[in-house]
């Protein structure tokens, strides 16, 4: 009885943490609205000739322009700078020359082994188009792009024409994977010293680990996408929160043994056992 209540007490800890950080980013995020993260946006420009290059993106005109350069232009290639300021097809203009958007980033970039890149960031357009002028006097200019995620990384290649935009599913399918069987395997083996250890407990465990890390694995893909790595941060806490309370109460409903306070128990310990052995055995496995 006395572990029951102490099950009950750990979960309404856990409850209440939870709650506090989400009062607590709210009002971080009411009191710092500009600190929020800004757009990034990196290009690499492959199959280039020369050793330098400038590069802009090229948009139409903006409701509230700056009407002159956001970024000086302080380098040599001063005649292809004023193409660029001087830049109109199709009303597009050269978005940093003219100061049609408030971009930071460097007009010019060195191009090595035929490849060049560039960074961007700030206040970066949803459309837009990528003019490269090399200091051999080639002139290429993309078809028109549509930015989907926030930090966002693309290739250009000249000689085809043709813009790829990363997505980075692999990666977040390649961590779905690994953390699910880490999980799974550290909360099968916390079956064990819990007398738990059967094979309809294990099932359970496999389901359930399939289901969170599978959750958890696209909200982070789907946060670092559209809302950068800050929110990414913030995602991954919120969801361990609500994964460490979701199945201990899952664990405790499901399972069939008679005392709740020992299935109580052990979604705690299984779930702080994954917590903090799991990136452990992340970083080991992938140190080889």
């Not at 049609?100 to 890149?117: H, K, N, P, W």
Request: charged share 15%.
């Amino acid at each position: 009885m006395r572990l029951f209540k102490h099950g009950l007490q750990g979960k309404t800890s856990i409850r209440i943490a939870v709650l506090l950080i989400i009062m607590l980013l709210v009002t971080a995020t009411s009191t710092f609205a500009d600190a929020a993260p800004k757009p990034s946006l990196d290009i690499e420009i492959e199959n280039l000739e020369g050793a330098h290059c400038l590069v802009d993106l090229l948009v139409k005109p903006s409701d509230d322009p700056l009407n002159e350069p956001w970024v000086d232009y302080e380098g040599n290639m001063t005649e292809a700078y004023a193409y660029l300021k001087n830049y109109s097809e199709d009303g597009y203009y050269a978005a940093m020359a003219t100061g049609q958007e408030r971009m930071s980033g460097y007009f010019e970039s060195t191009i090595v082994d035929g490849v060049a890149t560039v960074n961007y960031g700030y206040m970066i357009p949803s459309t837009f188009k990528i003019i490269v002028i090399t200091d051999t006097g080639e002139i290429h200019v993309s078809d028109e792009i549509q930015r989907r995620s926030f930090n966002s990384y693309m290739t250009y290649d000249v000689k085809s024409g043709k813009v790829k935009e990363s997505t980075n599913v692999i990666f977040f399918l390649l961590m779905f994977a690994v953390t699910f069987a880490v999980t799974f395997i550290i909360e099968m083996l916390v079956l064990i010293p819990f007398r738990l250890n059967t094979g309809r407990h294990r099932k359970i465990v496999l389901a359930v680990n399939a289901v969170t890390q599978a959750l958890l694995s696209l909200s982070l893909y789907l946060s670092s996408y559209y809302l950068g790595l800050i929110f990414t941060a913030i995602t991954l806490i919120l969801m361990e929160s609500l994964i460490f309370i979701g199945e201990t109460i899952t664990y405790t409903m499901k399972f069939d043994h008679e005392s709740k306070s020992r299935k109580i128990l052990y979604g705690l310990c299984a779930n702080l056992a994954s917590l903090v052995l799991g990136p452990v055995l992340i970083i080991i496995l992938f140190s080889f």
